[in-house]
């Protein structure tokens, strides 16, 4: 990789954001396309969001994408917000456009393409979402438009609620959105002619690898499961979702599609997916060594 005085500076603004896996997949992709892009990871704490974001405009850093805690509180900072962002409520990707500031979220387009990748198409088909907590509610509002039934089922049966009026509130009754409280038995009444399991709990990530959010009898050959976890990779969901032939599909193929989005959105060029599969791939096998 070579840097010039032309080089286009792109990161990732968070607090932690040491581990992630972010530098090698975009890099990888801007090396493989020969694109004079470079990604580097910014620490930011809570009180410097807005200090980090007039230093993206001084500066003149090309994108950012933006991760835990900010992504709520960083539209304040932005001069616009693209339509998906704005009824999500969510920022992961921000464009500087000519110095102007551009916030996106791709966690939705992530999802989605994740699912079509893995083959699962989710036009027309009864998703059941585990989980109404960040990431839930960012891929939500995109997949609800596809799906023909949306079931969301949450701990905190409140917040599974909200959620759904929320969706229901923008989108009108169109929305086929229904909310419960996360037990068995709901799981069990709702996976009976469900075609897409998705969870988006933090159940089953390390180091509670051994922790599933779904009984193994509740699932079933038919069942896609997608499980947003990616520490580990196969998670004991998704082990199990196997185990019975249910097609499955992992949290760091989401990872990778939303990061090839907002390197989409970057650039304009289309993301080389199987370059930045490979590079996640093999980031996250080393910083397990
Ligand atoms: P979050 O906002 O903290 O939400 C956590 C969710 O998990 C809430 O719905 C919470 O329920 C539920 N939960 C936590 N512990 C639980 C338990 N013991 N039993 C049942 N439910 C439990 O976190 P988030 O940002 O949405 O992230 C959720 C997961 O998705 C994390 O594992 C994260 O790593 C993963 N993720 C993956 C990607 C990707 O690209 N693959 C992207 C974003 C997030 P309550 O509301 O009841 O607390």
């Not at 990530?205 to 009898?217: A, G, I, L, S, Y």
């Amino acid at each position: 990789m070579k840097i010039s005085g032309k080089t286009r500076v792109c990161g990732l603004i968070g607090d932690p954001v040491e581990h992630s896996l972010s530098p090698s997949i975009q890099n990888a992709a801007f090396d493989h396309l020969g694109l004079d892009y470079v990604y580097a990871v910014f620490p930011v704490t809570r009180n410097n969001l807005k200090r980090a974001i007039a230093g993206m405009r001084s500066l003149g850093l090309h994108g950012l994408n933006v991760t835990m805690p900010h992504k709520t509180e960083v539209a304040r900072y932005l001069d616009e917000l693209d339509e998906t962002a704005k009824n999500v409520g969510s920022v992961n990707t921000i464009l500087n456009s000519n110095g102007s500031l551009i916030g996106y979220t791709t966690d939705g387009i992530g999802a989605l393409r994740a699912l079509r990748h893995g083959g699962a198409d989710p036009s027309g088909k009864k998703i059941v979402l585990l989980g109404a907590g960040g990431a839930s509610r960012s891929l939500s509002f995109t997949l609800v438009r596809a799906a023909k039934e949306f079931v969301i089922l949450n701990r905190t049966s409140g917040k599974a609620e909200r959620l759904a009026r929320d969706i229901t509130t923008l989108l009108g009754d169109s929305a086929k959105v229904a909310a419960g409280r996360l037990t068995d038995e709901n799981l069990e009444k709702e996976l009976t002619d469900a075609d897409i399991l998705v969870n988006a709990t933090s159940v089953g990530m390390h180091p509670n690898e051994q922790k599933t959010p779904v009984d193994r009898k509740l699932l079933r050959l038919g069942l896609v499961v997608f499980d947003l976890v990616y520490e580990p990779l196969e998670t004991r969901l998704l082990r199990e979702a196997a185990e019975i032939g249910a097609k499955t599909v992992n949290g760091l193929s989401m990872l990778v599609h939303q990061g090839a989005a907002s390197f989409e959105i970057w650039t304009g060029v289309k993301a080389p997916i199987e370059v930045m599969m490979k590079a996640a791939t093999r980031e996250l096998a080393e910083t397990k060594q």
